[in-house]
């Protein structure tokens, strides 16, 4: 899928900012920002240029920009007024543990272990015809 960021292609999270917190508002798609859009103004966010969104009392989210944050890497949590207590959190699916559990699966059983070892050492030193 063309629209979905490869590793290399997101922001790094040095030059992201940290967290965004949004009440009273409406977040929406467009294109591949996050329109924030309240009765004063709408403001335009790249999806990639923030690590954490917080959506406080009174905010509504569209489908569509769930999408566009999850594809980027950004967290969301639905927290209280002025962020005091978080309800609930949304992680993608690359900062799950699957990956590491996966690793100790393959590490700790003998055969899974020695055919790992010999794909990686296959990869390594391709075998010359």
């Known amino acids: 899928m063309w629209w ?3 590793p290399l292609d997101l922001h790094r999270v ?3 900012i940290s967290t965004l917190y ?5 977040v929406d798609r467009a294109e591949n920002a996050v329109v924030i ?5 709408t403001v335009r966010v790249p999806a990639g240029y923030v690590a ?3 959506l406080g009392p009174g905010s509504r989210v569209t489908h569509g920009a769930m999408r566009l944050l999850a594809d980027s890497g950004t967290a969301v949590s639905w927290v209280g ?3 005091v207590r978080m309800y609930a959190a ?4 690359s900062r ?4 590491v559990i996966r690793q100790a699966h393959l590490a700790s059983h003998v055969t899974e272990r020695l055919a790992v070892a010999r794909r990686m050492y296959a990869m390594r030193f391709p075998v010359r015809t």
């Open 4 to 6: 979905i960021a490869e």
């Open 90 to 93: 949304g992680l993608g699916p």
């Open 96 to 99: 799950g543990a699957d990956l």
């Open 52 to 54: 954490a969104l917080m």
């Open 81 to 83: 007024e002025h962020g």
């Open 37 to 41: 859009i309240n009765k004063e103004r």
């Open 14 to 16: 040095s030059d992201r």
């Open 22 to 26: 949004v009440e009273k508002s409406h």
